[in-house]
């Protein structure tokens, strides 16, 4: 299996705000001789080759500016409330702080608490090719009609278009098996092998000035939950992407970079996408199961782009039918960030 590309990884490290930095935080520090943060603090580190490249222990003194400008730049609730993502994977590596050692057989995504960030994730040309396809995408947008969705706009992709083939790719599909099943379970060849493309349509999805997603779980559209997957395709706001820390109930967030993606299991983990205040941020969502056994709301989902479907609170997180004459902005009203 390809390595994730420690270049383009530190070259997408060398772009990161303060709040990235600032989340690395949180990791053990291994030139630290406090015993006593030694015992509460682990790391653990994943990789999809046979090679593991740690980035442990670099900038330190920038990071130390940095939490020292956040200090003073945020409110005291916001640091209280907030924490950034302590399980990141960066050049192939995932640190977690909070789980132990003998945790050594769990996926990267159960170590990571069921909310998944990685850099990186498709090969440099494949992205490009992505990202190309998606600004083609763009004249077919339509304002969604999801309940926790406000002012988002989207399109299902075609199985033919190249967005749709990416993601749904065998190099996508054991990029995903690595990271979210057990070692056992990669041994298993049958359960290796239930994870794969589901039939969810693939989305392409622009988050606007004032677009956000209000806290939620995703809904399960199979009888066993599959697992969402949201790569960033382009992302010039001030949004982030918060959740809920299964373990603390802590809030914790990151602001998405292209080429990177998350990966939630639907109907568990808390989330939401805050207001964006300036610029816009663009995904591909996409979901891998492990059934193809529907729930009611797979059909419901289905109707979230049509006109005249108007959603009830509570079917499938879909919003409300509005009176916004957005529903039939196009590529005019939305330009190419690119």
């Not at 159960?110 to 960030?117: D, S, T, V």
């Not at 040309?125 to 600004?135: G, H, Q």
């Not at 591909?284 to 059934?291: D, G, I």
């Not at 529907?294 to 009176?323: F, H």
């Given at each position: 299996?390809?390595?994730?590309?420690?270049?383009?990884?530190?070259?997408?490290?060398?772009?990161?705000?303060?709040?990235?930095?600032?989340?690395?935080?949180?990791?053990?520090?291994?030139n630290?001789?406090?015993?006593?943060?030694?015992?509460?603090?682990?790391?653990?580190?994943?990789?999809?080759?046979?090679?593991?490249?740690?980035?442990?222990?670099?900038?330190?003194?920038?990071r130390?500016?940095?939490?020292?400008?956040?200090?003073?730049?945020?409110?005291?609730?916001?640091?209280?409330?907030?924490?950034l993502?302590?399980?990141?994977?960066?050049?192939?590596?995932?640190?977690?702080?909070?789980?132990?050692?003998?945790?050594?057989?769990?996926?990267?995504?159960?170590?990571?608490?069921?909310?998944?960030?990685?850099?990186?994730?498709?090969?440099?040309?494949?992205?490009?090719?992505?990202?190309?396809?998606?600004?083609?995408?763009?004249?077919?947008?339509?304002?969604?009609?999801?309940?926790?969705?406000?002012?988002?706009?989207?399109?299902?992709?075609?199985?033919?278009?190249?967005?749709?083939?990416?993601?749904c790719?065998?190099?996508?599909?054991?990029?995903?098996?690595?990271?979210?099943?057990?070692?056992?379970?990669?041994?298993?060849?049958?359960?290796?092998?239930?994870?794969?493309?589901?039939?969810?349509?693939?989305?392409?999805?622009?988050?606007?000035?004032?677009?956000?997603?209000?806290?939620?779980?995703?809904?399960?559209?199979?009888?066993?939950?599959?697992?969402?997957?949201?790569?960033?395709?382009?992302?010039?706001?001030?949004?982030?992407?918060e959740?809920?820390?299964?373990?603390?109930?802590?809030?914790?967030?990151?602001?998405?970079?292209?080429?990177?993606?998350?990966?939630?299991?639907?109907?568990?983990v808390?989330?939401?996408?805050?207001?964006?205040?300036?610029?816009?941020?663009?995904?591909?969502?996409?979901?891998?199961?492990?059934?193809?056994?529907?729930?009611?709301?797979?059909?419901?989902?289905?109707?979230?782009?049509?006109?005249?479907?108007?959603?009830?609170?509570?079917?499938?997180?879909?919003?409300?039918?509005?009176?916004?004459?957005?529903?039939?902005s196009?590529?005019?009203?939305?330009?190419?960030?690119?």
């Amino acid at each position: 299996m390809t390595k994730i590309s420690a270049d383009a990884s530190s070259s997408a490290h060398s772009n990161n705000t303060n709040e990235e930095d600032d989340s690395e935080d949180e990791f053990f520090d291994e030139n630290n001789n406090d015993d006593e943060k030694k015992k509460k603090k682990k790391s653990f580190f994943f990789s999809t080759t046979t090679t593991i490249e740690s980035t442990r222990g670099r900038r330190r003194r920038s990071r130390a500016a940095n939490t020292s400008n956040n200090m003073n730049n945020n409110s005291s609730q916001e640091e209280e409330e907030e924490e950034l993502s302590s399980t990141i994977i960066r050049n192939s590596v995932i640190k977690n702080s909070n789980k132990s050692s003998s945790s050594s057989q769990s996926s990267a995504f159960e170590l990571a608490g069921g909310f998944l960030y990685v850099r990186n994730f498709f090969e440099k040309e494949d992205f490009e090719k992505i990202a190309r396809a998606c600004d083609d995408l763009r004249k077919h947008l339509k304002e969604e009609k999801r309940v926790c969705a406000n002012s988002r706009l989207g399109v299902m992709v075609p199985e033919e278009d190249v967005v749709h083939q990416m993601c749904c790719s065998e190099f996508a599909a054991e990029k995903l098996r690595e990271l979210v099943l057990s070692d056992e379970e990669k041994l298993d060849a049958n359960k290796r092998n239930a994870l794969k493309p589901s039939d969810v349509p693939v989305e392409y999805r622009i988050y606007p000035f004032g677009g956000s997603m209000d806290w939620h779980r995703d809904v399960a559209l199979y009888t066993e939950p599959q697992f969402e997957i949201v790569c960033t395709i382009h992302n010039s706001s001030d949004s982030r992407t918060e959740w809920k820390d299964v373990d603390t109930g802590r809030r914790r967030g990151i602001r998405s970079e292209p080429n990177s993606v998350l990966i939630v299991q639907a109907d568990s983990v808390v989330h939401r996408v805050t207001p964006i205040t300036k610029g816009e941020r663009s995904i591909v969502k996409f979901a891998y199961s492990t059934t193809n056994e529907k729930t009611v709301d797979y059909y419901d989902n289905l109707l979230t782009y049509n006109d005249d479907y108007e959603p009830t609170e509570g079917s499938n997180g879909k919003r409300a039918a509005t009176t916004s004459s957005s529903s039939s902005s196009t590529s005019e009203n939305f330009p190419s960030p690119h």
